[in-house]
């Protein structure tokens, strides 16, 4: 998983170039892959070289020298730009989305009208430079990648004597904002991953405002703790479900809070819902790898299948963990054991990592080595390090905003329960660190027989099983095209669902009267998502009532939902969220 934010809409056009940009603008977004992330959490200075590649700036500094007439054509194109905004000609105005310039003194005072125009026109002409470079695909991400960044911090709603809000502040309380904003730049500065506080995190708790729906933990490995959620009606449908959270974040994202919490919404149409919380490796579990964490999905399997009386067990998995549910369930195909699945469910999962978003052209694999050998001698990866990496990703929303709030403003920052998750990190184990890494260098999901699970060559097309597939469109760590290939790697008839939020908003996405959600959806999805995209309906909602009939479907008849929880094989052992999700 990812991290998400309050956002403030704001991000130079550089991120969404016409020239690589589809029709929901999502294309050039995507700024993130597997390897590259998790290679820049493990080595330090990797932050400064994700910026600086000198390569991409010969090669553009190169092509452009190639078109004189092109740069020439916009170096003039900018200067009478310029001259219309300082003589308020200018019609030029930031988009819509952009929150960053919502206050009404960017359009209504003078200076500040003409400080933002120049700026938008600058971001305009840069961007216009990188499309006449007519770059290869990698260098022109780099070049995005570094311009657009560099951009966004010049933004002048950075600095505090050209946002008009921080100025009335400064008027207001005498300069007090400046003070408070610097002792919280001290403070966060003495910590990792360095960067502003997205959150206040003194409003929550784990069992009183988070996770809350009623369970008890079934079952505790040295790996996972297994959760049998308590049915909430009379009868429950034969077919169990088991959730496979990520590995990279605590699971409670999708039992966040009541009302918006995909557990207790599943639970309420009669599902009989399990889910699984992974430990929190330290480094004496450093050895943990893809095949620990394979075999303990098999493991959570076997027992929610014993606990139901079942032969066969939905699952569901998110992110990272569909990508070892892959593995999984590849080496029970490989073992003639796929009987033992009724469906696969994967939410913002991408197993082809191909061109996976701007990212995936920053990978080196010279970093990735040193990211694997740095992990190996502490034992695991600091999720700290990581959140840091998730951060720079989308730097106006999970950056800038805070600095303009906690440190210009010197506002507390927001409490908001998703921002809560998102700063809980956890520690990736060594062993699961590499073999991500690996995989995702290598694109080894994409081609069978390319990777072993559990002694088994790995064959995606071998997972014979009805899947559904849940993309979101601004999803800037899983692009949705990543994901909408995993129609064509799995076997079996696939839904895919591509919903309009991001990452994480994809699946707190709950439907009601008050949502402002939407969906496209189609079943055994044709080979190119663009094709599909020009022709696909756009459903108004949640997406989640059209899951719930997906999987009842699926789920055989209803029976009366049990009077306790897990069996005698498995007893109860704790209250849900259990011990593991609250580990350090």
């Known amino acids: 998983m990812a991290p998400t934010s309050t956002p403030n809409g704001g991000g130079s056009r550089i991120e969404g170039s016409t020239r690589v940009r589809d029709s929901v603008g999502t294309r050039a ?108 695909w990698r260098t022109e991400r780099q070049a995005r990648f570094a311009a657009g960044n560099l951009l966004d911090a010049l933004a002048p709603t950075n600095f505090p004597w050209s946002n008009p809000a921080v100025l009335r502040e400064i008027v207001d309380t005498g300069g007090a904002n400046l003070v408070a904003g610097g002792r919280r730049f001290a403070a966060d500065m003495r910590r990792a991953p360095r960067l502003p506080a997205s959150v206040d995190t003194s409003k929550f708790e784990l069992g009183e405002n988070l996770a809350l729906s009623p369970g008890s933990v079934v079952l505790r490995t040295e790996v ?34 009541p009302g918006r919490s995909v557990v207790e919404h599943l639970v309420a149409a009669g599902q009989q819902v399990f889910l699984i919380s992974w430990c929190n490796p330290g480094a004496e579990q450093g050895h943990f790898d893809l095949d620990t964490y394979a075999r303990s999905v098999l493991e959570a399997r076997d027992a929610v299948a014993q606990i139901a009386k079942q032969q066969t067990v939905h699952v569901n998995a998110a992110c990272s963990g569909g990508i070892i549910t892959a593995a999984a369930l590849a080496h029970l195909a490989a073992t003639s054991s796929l009987e033992q699945i009724a469906s696969l469910t994967l939410w913002v999962c991408a197993l082809d990592n191909a061109r996976a978003g701007t990212a995936a052209a920053l990978a080196s694999r010279e970093l990735a080595a040193a990211a694997v050998a740095e992990s190996a001698r502490k034992g695991y990866l600091d ?153 696909a309906d756009m459903k108004q909602g949640s997406w989640w009532p059209d899951y719930v009939g997906w999987l009842a479907s699926r789920s055989g008849p209803r029976k009366a939902a049990p009077k306790s929880l897990g069996s005698a094989a498995h007893r109860p052992t704790a209250k849900a969220p259990g011990s593991y999700v609250r580990a350090a």
């Open 224 to 257: 996972f703790e297994l959760i049998h959620y308590r049915p909430s009606t009379a009868q429950v449908h034969e077919i169990p479900l088991l959730f496979v959270p990520p590995t990279i974040n605590r699971f409670y994202i999708l039992d966040i809070a």
């Open 383 to 535: 999720g700290r390090a990581l959140a840091g990496v998730f951060a720079w990703l989308r730097p106006n929303d999970l950056i800038w905003n805070y600095v303009v709030n906690n440190y210009l403003l010197g506002k507390d920052p927001p409490a908001f329960d998703i921002l809560y998750w998102n700063q809980d990190s956890v520690r990736l184990a060594a062993g699961l660190h590499r073999d991500f890494v690996h995989l995702a260098l290598e694109n080894a999901l994409t081609r069978p027989g390319a990777l072993e699970a559990l002694g088994t060559p790995v064959d995606l097309g071998a997972i014979d099983l009805d899947s559904y597939i849940v993309a979101g469109v601004k999803d800037h760590i899983v692009p949705w095209e990543s994901a909408y290939r995993s129609t064509q790697l799995l076997g079996g008839s696939s839904r895919f669902v591509l919903s309009t939020s991001g990452h994480i908003q994809a699946l707190v996405n709950p439907p009601g009267p008050s949502s402002r959600s939407s969906y496209r959806a189609v079943n055994d999805a044709h080979a190119d998502p663009h094709a599909w995209l020009e022709q």
């Open 29 to 136: 977004a995507a700024r993130s892959a597997l390897d590259v992330m998790l290679t820049d959490a493990a080595i330090e200075e990797a932050g400064v070289r994700r910026f600086i590649k000198p390569t991409a700036a010969v090669k553009l500094a190169a092509s452009l020298a190639r078109r004189p007439q092109r740069l020439a054509g916009r170096a003039a194109g900018l200067g009478q730009e310029l001259v219309r905004v300082a003589a308020g000609r200018s019609q030029r105005a930031p988009s819509k989305g952009d929150r960053r310039f919502g206050d009404p003194a960017w359009s209504g005072n003078w200076l500040l009208r003409r400080v933002l125009q120049s700026y938008l026109a600058s971001v305009e002409v840069v961007d216009g430079l990188i499309d006449d470079a007519r770059l290869d």
